[in-house]
């Protein structure tokens, strides 16, 4: 099992930057593709980003390409996400997740989830 909290949220004006951070316990994370989520309310929930294990390639929302970045510490058995320029239209709860082995796209691949963490851009 994996446990993921997700932490870093919080009320930011348009234009200003925050960071979301999902640590991981219960087993080390360095072979599970890791991935955000974000929903909104009454919306659907969204890619957001994620990041492959092996090659720590990364993958974006065109919504988010350019002004969000995703990171991973394995020796912190961590993520970031690191965001930028932010829109009102960011705004929504984050969810981190992790899948075995290959990242994906998709929520549905996802084995595990945090609880996630609220973001509000106020315009």
């Known amino acids: 099992q994996v446990q993921l909290v997700e932490s870093g949220g919080g009320l930011v004006q348009a234009g200003g930057s925050l960071r979301l951070s999902c640590a991981a316990s219960?087993?080390?994370?360095?072979?599970?593709?890791m991935g955000w989520f974000r929903q909104a309310p009454g919306k659907e929930r969204e890619f957001v980003a994620a990041i492959a294990w092996r090659s720590g390639d990364t993958y974006y929302a065109d919504s988010v390409k350019g002004r969000f970045t995703l990171s991973r510490d394995n020796a912190k058995n961590t993520v970031y996400l690191q965001m930028n320029s932010l829109k009102p239209e960011d705004t929504a709860v984050y969810y981190c997740?992790?899948?075995?082995?290959?990242?994906?796209?998709?929520?549905?691949?996802?084995?595990?989830w945090g609880q996630g963490t609220q973001v509000t851009v106020s315009s």
């Open positions: 219960g087993r080390t994370i360095s072979r599970y593709g």
């Open positions: 997740a992790a899948k075995y082995y290959a990242a994906a796209m998709t929520s549905g691949e996802y084995e595990y």
